[in-house]
């Protein structure tokens, strides 16, 4: 790679990196195309070379984002310890990383910018299918009822954005990693005290 490439391929990940860093700090709102460029040191000609707009930049930051997410789910399910200790660590692994973002991140990919949930919930599908195998295989073993398809498992996961935005809930928990928090707990555990070894 010349050193030509190699300052391009830099620009676009400076690019890339801070936008990121900006966007789960601050919100999707609150950050410009002005201020990536500023932060990053490259001139906005250089950002549209590469991004059309603000709003694909930050799809591919999703993009990127729900495979880490898939990466980090493999490395877990592949472990060799208990199925419960499992879910665990899943659930240790959503709530620690959703403490690294702003509210108004997570209030924004969950519902209230229509075009970016439906992108992140079109990306995260196939995250979906993998948590579906993983419940159906522990369906198999005796570990969950067996008498619930594992849809009904998909089915919740893909309305927690809706359970996430709802007007009631946000009265009764307006904090969003708090609310993010308690319905995690609730979808593994119901009522069970257990929940409180959960927390982050």
């Not at 936008?19 to 906005?44: A, D, H, M, P, Q």
């Not at 199925?83 to 924004?108: D, G, P, R």
């Not at 910018?113 to 439906?118: A, C, F, Q």
């Amino acid at each position: 790679m010349n050193s030509e490439v190699q300052q391009e391929n830099k620009k676009y990940l400076d690019l890339l990196n801070t936008g990121r860093n900006l966007v789960f700090k601050y919100g999707i709102k609150r950050v410009t195309v002005e201020e990536i460029c500023e932060k990053s040191n490259v001139s906005k000609v250089t950002f549209y070379k590469y991004f059309h707009n603000k709003d694909e930049l930050v799809m591919k930051i999703l993009e990127d984002w729900v495979d880490q997410g898939i990466k980090e789910f493999l490395e877990i399910r592949d472990e060799t310890i208990p199925f419960m200790e499992k879910i665990a660590k899943f659930i240790q692994l959503n709530l620690s990383l959703t403490h690294n973002y702003s509210h108004e991140f997570i209030e924004e990919i969950m519902g209230s910018n229509e075009n970016l949930k439906h992108f992140f919930d079109q990306a995260s599908r196939k995250s979906l299918e993998l948590v579906m195998d993983f419940f159906s295989e522990a369906q198999k073993e005796g570990l969950f009822r067996k008498s619930v398809p594992p849809e009904f498992y998909i089915y919740l996961i893909e309305h927690f954005g809706q359970m996430m935005n709802d007007e009631k809930l946000k009265t009764m928990i307006p904090n969003p990693h708090e609310r993010y928090q308690e319905l995690i707990n609730f979808f593994f555990f119901g009522f069970n005290e257990c929940d409180k070894t959960m927390e982050a």
